[in-house]
């Protein structure tokens, strides 16, 4: 990456600067790969936070089904995270995951979890876990709320035969010849997925994230106290791909020796490890045995280590820096935090990272964890809280007896419960990914990059004012 003019000597963040457009020989979208090359697997340079409001297993799997890479949380008990990996290991990976109701649940029940919107559907099983038939989402919004599923199964919607599919595009033409937007997807009778015409036609274009057994890959976090190395085994042995050992604070000796334990462990998978935002940091931290390094302190939306500590970096600068450093040890970045646009993953990329880690933007979507509520204008969201708030410290630390327990909430920083609504035009995380994946693309293009090495190389980068900024958005009404 160059700077357009000047090098600053200021900190800046990501509404600092703007992308020069550059000669270009790449023609379209389509001859980019996003592919980050960092060692995970992944084929899209997009991973989802290890925030308890945003990363569960249904979330990693359709990530992962798109390329991406999910993080389960630290918070996670063992024996859940152990659950939750094989769940997503068990998962279709030309398939979308059934939200799986029975005939005696009710409407207002199904609304909690599925939106009443074109694309999504519930399959209904009875208690033997037969299948009994499925319905389009979109007809929960004319019926009562106190309806049973059940009795909404008048007739049936044609269900596709996996032995009749040969591919995505094949599923598409199907779907498009029968007017289906929404079906089942069947094998010697079994339902063993469903699938939109919208996620069939991105399976035309996405590349799954798969680990060498042909299974969808998955991420978890965890802390640097307790026995580390028995639960990193443990994770490996669930069949997790990617290890992220996660604290606020990433440059502490507590951080190094926890590294070098997981490290000295030869499990063979990456190690990722931060927050961190120097170069000095990603040097001890690579030192250690991380292959990752996680920068970013205070840049997210339900952080408040700023303006409670006045500790951290802006974001577009920690990650310049960070990326740099390890780029001369071998070792990559993620750029955790801070990411509000489809622009601002361009210019974490632009930065040098590998991948681009995103929170509160996923954690309303309808994969993430948590039930669908409604405010008094009829409006869907989904609670968030940062990972320092009150609400994470009690879930975190749910063992302790009360004494120590009121001890750690004591010292709890970060927001505790915030709405992050549904946008009505992509309310799944596969329609953010659509938009984010498209801007970046369509970034490549105009430096001239066909992949993600390229774009660190060939961005070109300048600094703007806050009215600059400002001038780049566009007006939702008329002026």
């Given amino acids: 990456m160059q700077f ?24 379209s979208r389509l001859d980019v790969s996003l592919a980050p090359g960092d060692g995970t697997g992944a084929t899209i340079p997009i991973v989802s936070a290890n925030m308890n409001s945003v990363t569960g297993p249904r979330l990693a799997a359709s990530l992962a089904r798109r390329g991406g890479l999910g993080v389960l949380p630290q918070d996670m008990h063992l024996q859940e995270l152990d659950s939750a990996i094989r769940w997503v290991k068990a998962q279709s990976t030309r398939f979308d995951t059934p939200f799986v109701f029975g005939p005696q649940d009710t409407v207002a029940l199904a609304l909690r979890q599925v939106p009443p919107v074109a694309g999504q559907g519930l399959v209904i099983n009875d208690r033997n876990e037969t299948y009994l038939g499925c319905i389009d989402a979109s007809r929960l919004a004319t019926a009562l709320p106190d309806a049973l599923l059940g009795d909404l199964l008048h007739g049936s919607i044609t269900s596709l035969d996996a032995d009749d599919i040969d591919g995505p595009r094949r ?33 035309t274009l996405y590349q799954p994230a798969l680990d060498a057994q042909g299974r969808l890959r998955v991420a978890a976090a965890v802390g640097i106290n307790g026995d580390i190395a028995a639960k990193a085994r443990a994770l490996v042995a669930a069949g997790v791909d990617v290890l992220v050992i996660d604290t606020a604070h990433g440059h502490q000796d507590g951080m190094l020796r926890a590294i070098k334990i997981v490290a000295d462990l030869g499990l063979g998978i990456p190690i990722v490890a931060g ?18 390094v996680k920068v970013g302190v205070g840049p997210g939306a339900m952080c408040t280590t700023r303006m409670m500590t006045a500790v951290g970096r802006p974001q577009f600068s920690a990650v310049l820096e960070s ?6 040890l071998g070792a990559h970045v993620w750029a955790d935090g801070g990411v509000r646009y489809p622009r601002d993953v361009a210019l974490a990329l632009a930065a040098g990272a590998a991948s ?14 948590g039930t669908l509520d409604r405010d008094a204008a009829g409006g869907l969201y989904k609670e968030s809280w940062g990972m320092a708030s009150t609400r994470a410290v009690r879930q975190r630390f749910d063992r302790l007896d009360a004494y ?76």
Avoid at 175 to 187: G, K, R
Avoid at 281 to 288: K, T
Avoid at 356 to 369: L, Y
Wanted: charged share 20%.
């Fill in 275 to 292: 927050n961190v935002v120097t170069a000095d940091a990603v040097g001890d931290l690579v030192g250690a045995g991380a292959t990752i």
């Fill in 404 to 479: 120590d327990l009121a001890r750690k909430t004591l010292f709890a920083e970060g927001i505790s419960s915030s709405k992050i609504y549904l946008d009505p035009l992509r309310p799944s995380v596969e329609d953010l990914l659509d938009m984010i994946t498209s801007g970046v693309r369509s970034s490549f293009t105009y430096a001239g990059a066909t992949s993600v090495e390229e774009f660190h190389l060939r961005s070109l980068v300048g600094i703007q004012s806050a009215a600059g900024y400002e001038e780049g958005k566009a007006l939702p009404v008329s002026w």
């Fill in 356 to 369: 681009v880690m995103i929170g509160s933007w996923f954690a309303g979507t309808i994969e993430a964890p």
């Fill in 4 to 27: 357009y003019g000047a090098v600053p000597s200021h900190d800046l963040t990501y509404s600092d600067v703007f992308l020069v457009p550059s000669q270009s020989a790449v023609s």
């Fill in 171 to 203: 599923a598409f033409d199907v779907m498009t010849e029968a007017d289906l937007d929404f079906a089942t997807v069947q094998h010697h009778g079994a339902v063993i997925g469903t699938l939109s015409r919208k996620s069939a036609l991105r399976s």
């Fill in 323 to 328: 990326a740099a450093a390890a780029r001369e």
